[in-house]
């Protein structure tokens, strides 16, 4: 591999590289992938609303629509809004409206795309609930959304629900074994391990995290990707878990501040591995519960604006105790 070749892969953003520019080529969500595709077979595309975590494809469904449908015109007839930041009634009333009555030609209807839907505030979910009654013979939406209960009702009542899974460990790893082939990459089995785990069911996530660490040279191992990815390894997890449940707060606290202080790992980021891992660490089945009642205590005051740290050593301090009895 010679010097120049990382500073070339620099140049592009891999998630834009090789986002799917068809259905087809839409990973892990084969069943959502087939019913949309008879849709557009039959030409009787309906309002549709994507609901599912980020990364699992659900911006790339909806351009993928558009292409399939209008070709190289789809940008034309294609409106991209995101919610989040353009989450007033007016941009409902003026943008939206203005989209959906503009003049064209050479097909029946228009796309508009609302990006994280259950951003918009109630007064414009409800302007939009009668737009989508007004323009429904020449304009179809498509709202994407984490989560499907912040959507008012008569909009979901008007659209055909899809929700996304997290994708599956093998459909990333497949992706990102053909990516690294392409790139000229070696990734180790370890390191394509550690990707997956850090992912997350994130496609978005573990492309960025194999660029990231194809970037320092060399191949891409275990370590790289703990490194690049600020990810606690599994194991380390475990054994503060484990420590804190044998009754050891001081140790495990230990633990707790090196991958907060030193590794520079957010607590948000530890709260989301120790629910993931619950059912790994072979734990019996009362320790298990008590660990979950104390994770969604943690995760809900940290929400709500409480110290990471504090709510953290808190977690352990109340397995420990249950520990020492």
């Known amino acids: 591999m010679s010097e120049a070749e990382p500073q070339e892969r620099g140049r592009e953003v891999w998630i834009e590289k090789y ?63 995101n919610a989040s930041d353009e989450r007033g ?70 659209c055909a629900v899809f929700r996304f899974a997290p994708l599956s460990d093998e459909a990333i790893a497949g992706q990102l074994r053909a990516i690294a082939e392409n790139e000229g990459i070696d990734v180790t089995e370890d390191g394509l391990d550690a990707l997956v785990y850090a992912a997350a069911g994130d496609m978005r996530k573990a492309i960025n995290g194999l660029q990231a660490a194809s970037v320092l040279g060399g191949t891409v191992d275990e370590e790289a990707v703990f490194a690049i990815t600020s990810t606690a390894r599994p194991e380390v997890i475990e054994e503060m878990v484990r420590t804190a449940l044998d009754g050891d707060f001081i140790a495990a606290r230990s633990k707790l501040d090196t991958l907060l202080t030193e590794e520079g790992i ?23 519960v008590r660990l979950m009642d104390r994770i969604g205590e943690a995760d809900y005051r940290i929400t709500v604006g409480a110290n990471e740290q504090v709510q953290l050593e808190a977690l352990l301090a109340s397995l420990a105790l249950e520990g020492e009895e």
């Open 266 to 288: 957010a607590g948000g980021d530890v709260i989301d591995q120790l629910h993931r891992s619950v059912w790994e660490f072979g734990l019996s089945d009362r320790e298990a």
């Open 19 to 81: 986002r799917p520019q068809s259905l087809d080529e839409v990973f892990g969500q084969e069943e959502i992938v087939s019913r949309l595709q008879s849709y557009i077979a039959k030409d009787d595309l309906p309002h549709l609303l994507f609901a599912g975590p980020a990364g699992v494809g659900k911006t790339t469904s909806a351009t993928a629509i558009a292409k399939e449908i209008y070709g190289d015109d789809w940008r034309e007839n294609f409106l991209e809004l």
């Open 89 to 158: 009634i007016d941009v409902v009333r003026d943008r939206i409206k203005n989209f959906a009555r503009s003049s064209f030609g050479g097909h029946d209807y228009r796309i508009i795309f609302l990006d994280e839907a259950d951003a918009l505030t109630s007064d414009a979910q409800s302007a939009l609930r009668r737009t989508m009654e007004q323009f429904s013979n020449n304009t179809r939406f498509v709202l994407s959304c984490n989560y499907s209960s912040r959507i008012i009702d008569p909009i979901q009542s008007r």
